[in-house]
C-alpha cells in the first residue's frame, strides 16, 4: 500500500513507492482493481480510509473498473461478411457439389445435387415456410458420415456439429444462436428419445417450431416459448423414427468415401465464398 508508512526513517520513499498523494485517486482505483478479490478483500478498508471514501463506494468503483468478465452465453459463431459483389447462384451450386464430392462417395449422383442446394437454403431460414432436414444415412460404419459433416459444416450457415444431446439442449441452443445443428451418430442416441423426436418434427414447419417451457424469472415460474426452427442436417446408419424419415431430404453414403489425402478442414479458409446467397440467387441457372 503506498501510503506515507513506506517512507524509510531518513525521510526518502523506498525504491519504486511514491507517496498516495501524488496518486490520483482514479489511478488508485485501477491498480485496486487488478488485485486478485483476496488481496483487495485485505486493504479495501484501509485503502477506503485512504481515498476518504465509504467502503462501499469503493468496492462499486472497484468492480466497475475491473475488466468484463468472458460472457458464456455469446454468440460463438463469427460474423460472415457477405460477398462483395454478386454471386452466380447456379455456378456456386456447382461448385460446392464438386467440393462435397471431392471428400465422400455419394450412393447416387442427385445425392450431391440435394446436400448443395440444401447448403445454400441454411442460409435462407428467415425466407422458408417449410424446410426439410437432410437425412444422412448408410448401410454400415466407415462410409464417411462424419466426414460429410465436417464438409458441410464448413459450408453452411453457423454450423454446428453434435454427438449428443436432449430436447432441451436443441431448443435452447437454437434460440440462443440459431445454428444449422449437425448431428452425428444419431443411430447410437436419437432414435429412442421420443421428446427429442417431437422437438425435431415440431421444427418441420416455421408456423409449429415452437415449444413452451416453464422457466424460473425473478422467483415466479411463467411459460416460455422457445424456437426449434433451424436447418438439421442427421447422420447415422439406417434409418430414424418415421415421421422424421417423411421430413428429411434422404441421401446416402458408400464406404470407401474419403477421397485421397484432402480433408475437411481444408474447405475452412473458402468458407466465405459460398455463405450469404441473396434469396433471389439462382440455384437452377
Known sequence: MTTNENI???GELQAGEVLLSEISPQARILELARLTPLDY??????????LTLRVRALDNLVAASRPAAPDDDADPFADIDPWDEPVDG???ADDIRARLKAHVVFGSPGDADLAAIWVIGSYLMDTWRLWPKLMITSPTKQCGKSTLLEVLDAMVCKGM????TTSAGVFRAIEAWHPCLLFDEADTWMKEDAELGGILNC???????????VVEKAGELVPVPFSTWAAMAIAGIGSQQDTLMSRSIVISLRPQAVIGNRSAASLRPSRTHVTNPSPDCAVGG
Open 8 to 10: 524509510s526513517g531518513d
Open 41 to 50: 478483500e485485505l486493504c479495501r478498508e484501509a485503502e477506503a480510509k485512504a
Open 90 to 92: 447456379a455456378a456456386m
Open 161 to 164: 456439429i453434435v454427438s449428443n
Open 203 to 213: 421444427g418441420h414447419t416455421r408456423r409449429t417450431a415452437r415449444v413452451v417451457r
